[in-house]
């Protein structure tokens, strides 16, 4: 049963703390994408990687958040310090990228619903 | 910047009627779109999707209308059932950089 999965799928913390959220891609994709869910804005990108290679992290805040694959199976996402205007729910996406095809699907895991306070 | 716009936050429909959900964008670079379901408490989940050389694709109930000269796509449910009930994102893509619209909230009723 391929899929994305995410840990934790719920976290509280205080203002300030270090967060860290974690992405396992399906087996076999290339492509890893995190997302962020808020009313106003839907779901906002904010990177993704080819290749465990960033591509495009220009819709983080670059002063707080970072985001790596430190290998083809993992993918982390991290906050800190912490803010109550960065709770939200936080999806990670992965999908396999094949130039000889135009399709570009990409599958999403649950989710982690970080709540700041 | 809001590349894709979806301007309906909600919408209701009578159970075996039609729904029309619709979506803008504003990149012209844009050449895959797709459509995602989402559930409370899961992720999204794919739906269909259209490339920018097509003008509709169907799938069962649903089909995908693309108007490139007017930069809109939509999305018609046919007929509408209740586990259609969720919310729709609307997504499109220039490869791989994958742009959300802010969703539609989808109700069929019974």
């Known amino acids: 049963d391929a899929r994305v999965t995410q840990t934790p799928r719920h976290k509280v913390t205080e203002m300030g703390q270090e967060v860290t959220m974690r992405c396992q891609p399906i087996?076999?994709?290339?492509?890893v994408f995190w997302y962020r869910q808020t009313m106003m804005q839907g779901l906002e990108l904010l990177a993704y990687?080819?290749?465990?290679?960033?591509?495009?992290d220009s819709g983080m805040p670059k002063d707080r958040f970072s985001a790596e694959m430190p290998d083809a199976t993992l993918a982390t996402l991290k906050i800190q310090p912490s803010e109550p205007r960065d709770s939200a729910v936080y999806f990670c996406?992965?999908?396999?990228?094949?130039?000889?095809?135009?399709?570009?699907?990409?599958?999403f895991g649950q989710g982690t619903r970080l709540t700041v306070v | 910047d809001q590349q894709v716009k979806q301007n309906s936050p909600s919408l209701s429909v009578q159970e075996g009627r039609i729904s029309i959900l619709n979506c803008d964008y504003t990149n012209s670079m844009f050449d895959y779109f797709l459509w995602y379901k989402k559930y409370p408490a899961e992720g999204p989940t794919f739906l269909i999707s259209?490339?920018?050389?097509?003008d509709k694709n169907e799938d069962g109930r649903f089909t995908v209308f693309l108007n490139k000269s007017a930069k809109h796509l939509s999305l018609h449910i046919v007929p509408s059932q209740p586990g259609d009930s969720a919310v729709y994102f609307c997504?499109?893509?220039?490869?791989?950089?994958?742009?959300f619209g802010a969703g539609t909230r989808l109700t069929v009723k019974p």
């Open positions: 990687f080819r290749n465990r290679a960033p591509l495009d």
């Open positions: 087996l076999g994709h290339n492509t």
């Open positions: 996406a992965s999908g396999l990228a094949n130039p000889l095809q135009g399709a570009n699907i990409a599958f």
């Open positions: 259209i490339s920018s050389i097509k």
């Open positions: 997504a499109a893509s220039e490869w791989w950089d994958m742009r």
